[in-house]
């Protein structure tokens, strides 16, 4: 079964700062990974979709990685704003099917 | 990108009524919608995937008489919680996948529904 683990759970940075989230996943047979923003009481914004064949994606200021093989992805956040603050959730689609499987999620407060 | 609407947004219910959400795809067709839930300060958890044209696959734990899905259209799925009781409670949020194009591969989410059962 697969388990995707999100750590750490809460992330508080000063403004300007890089932020690196991490998002690991016990099962490296995957579709795609996605990274997601939500803000409190709302549902999920896709931030972006890196494939299984792909190394990386890169979006404006975000930027994520993925190792397959290691079962490792990494979110990166360059120079954080206070608007960056939420939480932020990866998910790993199976290459068996169509659901997606999510991490719990990382807690993001950058401070003015 | 991709848009997909859920409405109500916020709902308050009387213990033992049922709620209706519903979850449509505004902008593309999608054969496969899935149901998740969510409590507070916790991820999301899939409930059930929904098909249209035949009955929903339900994961396990979930009572599937008691979260009814239809899946009527390519475009539209509802989830009626029935009989709902203040452990119903929670936010639903629902996600389709368009059939064909190129975010083919791309879960897009609706807004949520926050349920709260008195």
């Known amino acids: 079964k697969q388990e995707v683990t999100q750590i750490p759970a809460a992330l508080s940075v000063p403004e300007g700062e890089n932020l690196v989230l991490n998002c690991s996943f016990t099962d490296s047979a995957i579709y795609n990974l996605q990274w997601f923003r939500q803000d409190p009481g709302k549902g999920l914004t896709s931030l972006l979709l890196i494939q299984s064949s792909q190394r990386e994606q890169t979006s404006g200021r975000l930027n994520a990685s993925l190792d397959k093989s290691s079962g490792r992805s990494t979110l990166y956040i360059a120079a954080s704003q206070p608007g960056d603050s939420a939480t932020y959730l990866c998910?790993?689609?199976?290459?068996?099917?169509?659901?997606?499987?999510f991490g719990g999620g990382t807690r993001v407060l950058v401070k003015p | 990108g991709a848009v997909v609407s859920q409405h109500p947004s916020w709902v308050i219910c009387k213990s033992g009524t049922s709620v209706k959400i519903e979850c449509r795809s505004l902008?593309?067709?999608?054969?496969?919608m899935f149901w998740y839930r969510q409590f507070p300060k916790q991820s999301l958890m899939l409930m059930a995937t929904?098909?249209?044209?035949?009955?929903?696959?339900?994961e396990q734990g979930v009572e599937k008489d008691k979260f009814l899905i239809n899946h009527a259209s390519l475009t539209l799925s509802t989830l009626t919680v029935t009989s709902a009781h203040p452990e119903d409670s929670s936010f639903y949020i629902c996600s389709a996948r368009p059939d064909t194009g190129w975010v083919n591969t791309e879960a897009f989410f609706g807004q949520g529904t926050r349920l709260t059962v008195v």
């Open positions: 998910a790993v689609r199976e290459a068996a099917g169509n659901k997606l499987t």
């Open positions: 902008d593309f067709q999608a054969t496969t």
């Open positions: 929904s098909n249209e044209g035949s009955k929903a696959t339900y």
